[in-house]
């Protein structure tokens, strides 16, 4: 027999909040089946109602505080974005008794950690599937699917704005400043695109991703972030001529001295996976001790694909109320006392190989230059490609892959080149991960 119905409130019902709201009514059988209780919609707070949404029967509040105080709620949906109100709603939820579910990877990834321990406090739970690569679930799997593994590294491309934005300048030989205007006028990228193209939003994600892999605190300040506003058609055009693709990675990875948290954009062999996921899709990739590399792709973003993920933790929730505390994974994966405080590596000590863009003289001698700098930092080259002059030029463009270097030794070397009289411009520098499992 069904358990009494678990009672849900929903606060925004903007672009996610409808496609939830509507999920839960269209397939409120198969939730029911599922989570062996009816999940009911019972109060929705939002500015302003929705008109794909019917709301006849439900309790609506234009104060989103009112829905954390009913006490006929069991769980709070959080779907109305930033940090500050939505902080406020969600502690005012969690000592009010109520679990919540939210979509807020920027809540979770600055606040989490203090969040988490007063649902503790409060002998509640948050989910948060879908603050992270929309309705992949990838945090159900590194929580549970993956929980016997110790996770070596996990590599993602977390946001499909600049997903996009790579995709197109590949196949289409499209310049940044392009794109980025029809992401928005696609939808793809906001008014304000910083979050996206400048990689914070994949941070977000990413120390999200890499606390549920290595059971640590979350560290959103500690995460190396580096945008793709800088990328050129030709450095897109010079990655495929060596057998790459560039895509922008987070990039969490465990390598003996602590963990690596960054995010930037990466050269990729061309015949990885991850090379071949293109436009606004998201994908992750993760290599356990045991299981090896397992891969997760899908829509990153969305109504109803977000939705999807808010409406598991709903039904996890659900099956959770109804057979008590016991069957409860915590938020990280492991219980808060359990954290470890694990260092993080400095960037300067980071090896990667490297792809480096420069423009220099024509002439003899350069490339021997420039080859003596990388020896002196121990660097070597892998391949070089040298473009001839255009007429009546002198300066010709030079690619160079180098094997695996730390950073603060190329940092060195680079600084050493351009200082070279026959070198016109600043280089630029791709970092390249052969993600092998």
Known sequence: MS?????????????????TFNVLQRNADLIRARAQSAVDVVHVGARRDHPD????????????????????????????????????????????????????????????????????????????????????????????????NRI????????????????????????????LAEAQALG???????????GIDAAHKLVILAS????????????YTEGITRLTPQDVEYAEELGY???????????????????????????????????V????????????????????????????AVVADIVDLAREISVGQACR??????????????PIVPMADVVTPWYLRMVAEDKPGVLSQIASIFSEQGISIEALIQKAPAEGETRVPLIVLTNSAAQGRMEKAVSAIESLESISSEIARIRVEVLDG
């Not at 948060?128 to 309705?135: F, P, R, T």
């Not at 790579?166 to 289409?172: C, H, I, Q, V, Y």
């Not at 915590?330 to 954290?339: D, E, H, K, R, T």
Request: glycine share 12%.
């Open 188 to 198: 793809y990228a906001e008014a304000d695109p910083t979050f996206d193209v400048e």
């Open 53 to 148: 949404c019917d709301l006849e029967g439900v309790q609506v509040s234009r104060d989103i505080f009112a829905v954390a105080q009913d006490p006929e709620i069991d769980v709070l949906v959080e779907l109305i974005g930033g940090t500050t109100v939505a902080r406020e709603l969600v502690e005012l939820a969690l000592r009010n008794g109520k679990h919540v579910v939210t979509a807020n990877k920027a809540l979770i990834a600055e606040f989490g950690n203090e969040l988490f321990a007063l649902a503790e406090a409060n002998q509640v739970v948050i989910r948060y599937e879908a603050a992270v690569a929309g309705g992949i679930p990838i945090i159900k799997a590194l929580r549970e699917g993956l929980s016997g």
């Open 245 to 279: 693709r560039i895509k922008h990675l987070g990039v969490a990875k465990c390598n003996g001295a602590g963990v690596e948290l960054r995010v930037h954009p990466t050269l990729i062999p061309e015949q990885r996976l991850l090379a071949n996921v293109n436009g």
């Open 281 to 308: 899709k998201n994908a992750v990739l993760v290599e356990g001790d045991a299981v090896g590399p397992t891969l997760y792709y899908g829509a990153g973003a969305g109504a109803e694909p977000t939705a999807s």
């Open 329 to 342: 994974v915590p938020a990280l994966g492991v219980a808060s006392a359990c954290l470890a405080e694990v």
């Open 152 to 179: 070596e590294w996990l590599a993602g491309i977390i946001n499909g704005t600049g997903n996009f934005i790579l995709s197109e300048m590949r196949d289409k030989g499209r310049d940044f400043a392009d794109v």
């Open 212 to 223: 549920l892999a290595f059971g640590m605190p979350l560290r959103f300040s500690s995460v």
């Open 3 to 19: 358990s009494a119905a678990v009672k849900v409130g929903i606060c925004g019902l903007g672009t996610v909040g409808s496609g």
